[in-house]
C-alpha cells in the first residue's frame, strides 16, 4: 500500500515552453501533498504544500506564479513550471499525506532538463 | 534553512559491517524520520521515531532519539551491497499534516 506516481519520469524541454508534472497517490486518499526540488548531490528542497481544495502554501523565494500547483483531487496534485528555463532542470519529487497520518510517501521523481 | 545535519557526509564500509550515521538538528520536533535515496529515484520511508521515544527497531535498523541534545543515529547492522544508497533524516514540526525538513544526506557505499 501508501504508493504515489510520478508522470513523468523524465522530461526534456526548450527554454520558454511550459511543463507539467502530474503526482498520484493509487491507494489511499492524500489531503495533502508537498513537493520538492533536488538538485545533484544535495537534499530536498520543500518548495510547496498543496492541500486538496485550497491554495497552495509555498516556501519562501518559490515563484508561486511559476511553479503553478494544481490539488483538484484527493489522489492527483500537478506542478506546472511555466516558461522554463535552464536554471529550473532539477529533479521533482512529491509526497502525499492522508490526513493525521505522520509519514509522508515519496513518488519516484520527475527529471525535468530544460534545454 | 535545513533543520537536519547528517554525519558523516560519506561512509564507505564493507559488506557485513555495520553503519551508523548521525544526525543533528536545531529546533523542538514532534518526530523525526529517515529516508534512502537510490541514486536518481525517489525516497523510500524507513523508520519513524517520535519525540517520546528514544530507541527503535526495524529488522535490521536501529533508530535512537536524544532530545536532550537534539540528536538521532541510524545503525545499519549486518550491511549489505544493496544498502548503498543515500540516507537522509528528515525532521516534522509540531501541528497537523506537518511538513518534513530533510538533512544534506548520507552517502553510503557497501563494498561486496
Known amino acids: 500500500g501508501a504508493v504515489v506516481s510520478q508522470h513523468p519520469s523524465r522530461v526534456i524541454c526548450k527554454s520558454g515552453t511550459s511543463v507539467k508534472i502530474e503526482c498520484r497517490s493509487l491507494?489511499?486518499?492524500?489531503?495533502?501533498m508537498f513537493w520538492y526540488r533536488q538538485f545533484p548531490k544535495q537534499s530536498l528542497m520543500l518548495m510547496a504544500t498543496?492541500?486538496?481544495?485550497?491554495?497552495?502554501?509555498?516556501e519562501q523565494g518559490v515563484e508561486k506564479d511559476k511553479f503553478l500547483i494544481n490539488h483538484a483531487s484527493l489522489t492527483l496534485s500537478t506542478l506546472t513550471v511555466t516558461s522554463a528555463h535552464p536554471e529550473d532542470s532539477s529533479f521533482y519529487i512529491c509526497?502525499?499525506?492522508?490526513?493525521?497520518?505522520?509519514?509522508?510517501?515519496f513518488g519516484p521523481g520527475t527529471r525535468l532538463l530544460v534545454l | 534553512s535545513q533543520q537536519g545535519e547528517e554525519d558523516p557526509q560519506a561512509l564507505s564500509i564493507q559488506e557485513g559491517e555495520n553503519a551508523t550515521m548521525n544526525c543533528s538538528y536545531k529546533?523542538?520536533?514532534?518526530?523525526l524520520q529517515w529516508y534512502r535515496q537510490n541514486s536518481g529515484r525517489g525516497l523510500v520511508h524507513l523508520i519513524l521515531?517520535?519525540?517520546?521515544?528514544r530507541e527503535k527497531h526495524s529488522g535490521r535498523l536501529r533508530v535512537t532519539l536524544d532530545t536532550s541534545k537534539k540528536s538521532s543515529s541510524l545503525l545499519i547492522t549486518a550491511s549489505r551491497a544493496a544498502d548503498t544508497a543515500s540516507y537522509f533524516c528528515?525532521?516534522?514540526?509540531?501541528?497537523?499534516?506537518?511538513?518534513?525538513?530533510f538533512g544534506k544526506g548520507i552517502t553510503l557505499s557497501v563494498r561486496p
Open positions: 509526497s502525499a499525506l492522508s490526513g493525521g497520518a505522520e509519514t509522508q510517501y
Open positions: 491507494d489511499f486518499q492524500a489531503t495533502t
Open positions: 498543496s492541500n486538496e481544495g485550497s491554495k497552495a502554501t509555498y
Open positions: 529546533t523542538s520536533i514532534n518526530n
Open positions: 521515531i517520535r519525540s517520546n521515544e
Open positions: 528528515a525532521t516534522a514540526g509540531t501541528g497537523a499534516n506537518s511538513k518534513l525538513t
